[in-house]
């Protein structure tokens, strides 16, 4: 055995990489029982497949891949209404007026975002949760496989299922929205 | 002049151009070159321009942070996990 194959020990399997799993999972789906059966399914999973473990990667990183598909699906499942599933949530139209120019109550202001640390502020940080927690599903996948994985667009838009327009206009919408909510909170 | 006006006026497109900006890192040259224009005489999508670059930045360090230390499985979900685990596996 080279250095190079990795081997899978299912016995070792949850003592090794449950809590892994389950804190990937969380910070990408914020629910508890979910994670809980992500983590579960992905081990049944990959049992099934065990024999089409390739030895070329290690065992955690083909868990989370397998992980990170599952993920995925729960995306697809919660945006079956993609753009009409804008709810409680502004589109161009309430931002801008038909020329273009910002309405005037919606016009962004300086509103000290710039001299946040967030290292230091909490306080910020669970603002900018809750902010991101109002937004459609749709958009919070496409905004976190962006930010968190740095996924590449076209495949955002293929895993996803959105074309290229959309996803602009996700993009485009979610940033507004998010802009203005943590303008509003936070004063 | 139409065209000028449309640059001039258009700060839902120049807000999407800064959002692709942000995304891709790359504009054409015509992007860039409307977006320069819209900046000279639209303070407010200056400023969005960098609120929106420093969300991006403060959503990244929020989504990479690590989770709080109480993010653990309890020890009985854990155990009947490798229980079923082990079923599975002696099933073979």
């Given at each position: 055995m080279g250095i190079d194959s990795y081997q899978l020990d299912p016995h070792q399997w949850v003592k090794q990489h449950a809590d892994y799993l389950y804190a990937y999972t969380i910070k990408r789906i914020n629910n508890h029982e979910l994670a809980k059966d992500l983590v579960q399914e992905t081990f049944l999973a990959a049992l099934e497949r065990?024999?089409?473990?390739?030895?070329?990667?290690s065992e955690r990183t083909w868990l989370t891949a397998i992980l990170k598909n599952k993920i995925i699906d729960v995306y697809r499942k919660k945006s079956s209404?993609?753009?009409?599933?804008?709810?409680g949530n502004e589109t161009e139209q309430d931002f801008f007026q038909?020329?273009?120019?910002?309405?005037p109550d919606h016009r962004p202001v300086s509103f000290?975002?710039?001299?946040?640390?967030p290292l230091v502020s909490k306080e910020f940080n669970s603002i900018l949760q809750k902010c991101m927690q109002k937004l459609p599903a749709m958009w919070l996948a496409v905004f976190t496989m962006k930010?968190?994985?740095?996924?590449e667009t076209a495949t955002i838009c293929a895993e996803l299922k959105v074309s290229p327009a959309n996803f602009w206009v996700i993009i485009h919408r979610t940033k507004l929205n998010l802009r203005a909510c943590l303008q509003k909170n936070w004063i | 002049m139409n065209y000028l006006k449309r640059i001039i006026y258009g700060c839902d497109k120049a807000t999407m151009t800064i959002e692709k900006k942000l995304v891709t890192g790359s504009l054409t040259f015509r992007e860039k070159f409307e977006l320069r224009i819209h900046f000279i005489g639209c303070s407010v999508c200056r400023l969005y321009s960098r609120q929106s670059h420093i969300i991006n930045e403060l959503v990244k360090q929020l989504l990479h942070s690590n989770p709080p230390a109480n993010t653990k499985l309890d020890d009985d979900f854990k155990k009947d996990l490798q229980d079923r685990i082990e079923k599975e596996l002696n099933k073979n």
């Open positions: 065990v024999d089409k473990f390739e030895q070329k990667s209404g993609l753009l009409k599933e804008s709810s038909e020329e273009g120019h910002w309405w000290g975002i710039e001299d946040i640390d930010h968190m994985d740095d996924e | -």
